[in-house]
């Protein structure tokens, strides 16, 4: 049982006692000490809270180095799931417990937690002895898979936090919903695009290649049936699935089955990161898709508003390599961004399952450039202002 009424002295007491039984814990606070004092009021922590860690740390990493500071990321899960080389010193942790003692050793001032919702970050925030700012890529609220004490915790993580960094429009438009946000410094910073990349033009083909990267299951967030339509309209669908589902592949059959019986189902070798991003620029369209709204279903796992503004670090990808988006008109975030920014933009709606090829043929006819000064605003470089200015107004 935590007891979150611990004084903070006894907490360092504490961590600095576990340093002699944790091999990674005396490494880490082995290279803190190294860390010249002056330097310390530029670095910041990420701590990485969920079982293995998500591509947004990277990318905010990136955001935080143009912004002149120095990223420490602690973490769980796989090295190989993360660009280690964007961090100034990374280590690796086994619970979250190790991650807490860690949290407590770190001699700076500025914690960027990364979670995947409130109740995963809640813990850490319960306990915190540094000034935290919240960075979650999901909720629970809006969301009808948690339970009534996980919703409690993330509002009461929420209240609790310092700052708090906007991915996408959740948390602004779930505010009735009980999210204690007033009078939190704030800083809207979605998935950023490590740079700006020369688009080479394809050559042309009868062949329609369409990609799906990220979390995808056979339930609510399945792409099976879109899959199968454009599958019959003789169009490649290619997926990469998360890398956090390959212990549980067993759940995803149906995919597998599909490739069977479909010479237009790919599914791909997982790969990461940079070599993820740049294989993107291979296909023609990515597909962001909410099937029960493409379908014109009722859906119980979702809030309405919840799904309006949920943002997608597919969706920055897929622009980043240069291709179109196939988007549900009910992701209106995800919408907004693709017709912004990407080359080509194609609403998933009930028009588009009767003549899918013909509408794509029609998309490529009418590929837009998306000037450069324009990308610039999504890039690490033009986000690196708005974040170094939350960082500073917290210290």
């Known amino acids: 049982m935590i007891d979150y009424t611990c004084p903070q002295a006894i907490r360092l007491l504490v961590a600095k006692l576990c340093v002699r039984k944790i091999p990674n ?35 905010l990493a990136l955001v935080a180095k143009h912004a002149g500071w120095f990223p420490i990321l602690v973490y769980r899960g796989q090295e190989e799931h993360i660009e280690t080389n964007l961090f100034f010193l990374h280590f690796r942790f086994q619970n979250p417990i190790e991650l807490q ?31 935290i700012i919240l960075d979650i890529y999901d909720t629970c609220t809006g969301s009808g898979v948690f339970t009534i004490r996980a919703i409690k915790n993330e509002k009461a993580a929420i209240k609790m936090t310092d700052g708090l960094i906007h991915r996408d429009k959740r948390l602004q438009l779930l505010h009735g919903k009980g999210l204690c946000m007033k009078g939190k410094s704030s800083a809207f910073v979605p998935d950023p695009l490590p740079e700006i990349r020369e688009i080479l033009p394809k050559s042309r083909s009868d062949e329609i290649h369409v990609v799906s990267g990220g979390y995808v299951d056979e339930k609510e967030n399945s792409i099976l049936r879109i899959a199968q339509v454009l599958c019959e309209a003789k169009i490649h669908v290619h997926i990469y699935f998360n890398p956090c589902q390959l212990s549980v592949l067993h759940s995803l059959s149906s995919y597998f089955e599909l490739q069977k019986r479909s010479n237009y189902f790919h599914i791909e070798k997982p790969i990461y990161g940079a070599e993820f991003r740049r294989r993107l620029a291979i296909y ?55 017709h912004q920014y990407a080359p080509m933009c194609v609403e998933a709606t009930k028009d588009f399952l009767g003549h899918p090829r013909k509408i794509l043929e029609d998309a490529m006819m009418r590929k837009k450039e998306i000037p450069p000064q324009k990308m610039e605003e999504l890039t690490a470089r033009g986000m690196a202002n708005r974040l170094d200015a939350l960082y500073s107004k917290l210290l």
Not at 40 to 57: G, K, M, W
Not at 102 to 123: C, Q, T, V
């Open 284 to 338: 023609d369209f990515g597909l962001a898709v909410f099937e029960p709204d493409l379908f014109q279903e009722t859906f119980k796992a979702y809030h309405r508003d919840y799904l309006r503004g949920c943002g997608s670090s597919r969706l920055a990808d897929y622009i980043y390599a240069g291709i179109g988006v196939i988007v549900s008109p009910l992701l209106e975030f995800q919408n907004e961004l693709a």
């Open 101 to 131: 003692l860690a949290s407590w050793l770190y001699k700076g001032s500025l914690i960027h937690l990364f979670a995947r919702n409130g109740d995963e970050a809640y813990p850490l925030v319960r306990l915190k002895n540094k000034k």
């Open 25 to 59: 814990l005396a490494i880490f606070s082995d290279q803190l000490s190294q860390i010249p004092e002056a330097q310390l009021d530029r670095v910041v922590l990420f701590v990485a809270a969920a079982p293995y860690p998500h591509s947004r740390e990277s990318r």
